[in-house]
């Protein structure tokens, strides 16, 4: 299968700064990338669509200037939590789709955050 | 509203076989995924079912019946290694995933 890269893994931040979160799909272009959370013991949670060259479709209840998404090449899409707060803690996971029509959605291996 | 239920917790024997059941009722459906997540880890694919009947693929099978809004999972030869969450979701009419909450799966030896 087709192999996405998430950096970094976990990261520890303190309260009140931005972290960025970078997701690379290796061996094929993605047209549209995901990022999902999840906090402990519950399902993953879509935050936002982002496509190549527009702008994110956030999902209801997500704030897009607190989680600004950027798809700028068809390898690599950043999530980027500006001042985090410690309820922004959680398991955010990135997965692609290789193009349009394409059902099957890659994931990378998560980044774990948390704010002190 | 849109739904996937599948059961919270499943326990099951070393060497044993485990089916892991899903119902769905969505807006549209263009087809249903399984997703295996060991804790802490990403989901990795395993299966996607868009027409009625069993797929088998090595020791996981996924069933789908569209008619009746169900799936399951069979996993035969249970190993230790299969412990993990087990995410049954669906594609919708806009195409954008809809998940089930998981299906924790306990092996014992």
């Known amino acids: 299968g087709a192999v996405v890269s998430q950096h970094p893994s976990w990261v520890i931040c303190k309260s009140g700064t931005s972290v960025k979160i970078e997701c690379r799909s290796l061996?094929?272009?993605?047209?549209?990338m995901f990022w999902y959370r999840q906090f402990p013991k519950q399902s993953l949670m879509l935050m936002a669509t982002s496509n190549e060259g527009s702008k994110a479709t956030y999902e209801q209840g997500v704030e897009k200037d607190k989680f600004l998404i950027n798809h700028a090449s068809l390898t690599l899409s950043t999530l980027t939590v500006t001042s985090a707060h410690p309820e922004d803690s959680s398991f955010y996971i990135c997965?692609?789709?290789?193009?349009?029509?394409?059902?099957?959605?890659?994931f990378g291996a998560g980044t774990r955050l948390s704010v002190l | 509203g849109q739904n996937i239920d599948q059961p919270t917790e499943m326990t099951a024997t070393e060497g044993a076989i485990v089916q892991i059941n899903c119902t769905y009722q969505?807006?549209?459906?263009?087809?249903l995924f399984w997703y295996q997540q060991h804790a802490g880890e990403a989901p990795t694919f395993l299966s996607y079912n868009v027409l009625d009947g069993l797929e088998e693929k090595g020791r996981f099978s996924s069933f789908l019946s569209r008619s009746k809004g169900y799936s399951y999972l069979l996993l035969k030869e249970l190993q230790m290694k299969d412990s993990a969450s087990y995410l049954c979701a669906v594609l919708d009419s806009n195409y954008q995933l809809i998940w089930g909450a998981g299906t924790k799966l306990i092996i014992k030896p």
């Open positions: 969505t807006s549209g459906f263009n087809g």
């Open positions: 061996d094929f272009q993605a047209t549209t």
């Open positions: 997965s692609a789709r290789s193009f349009e029509g394409e059902t099957i959605q890659y």
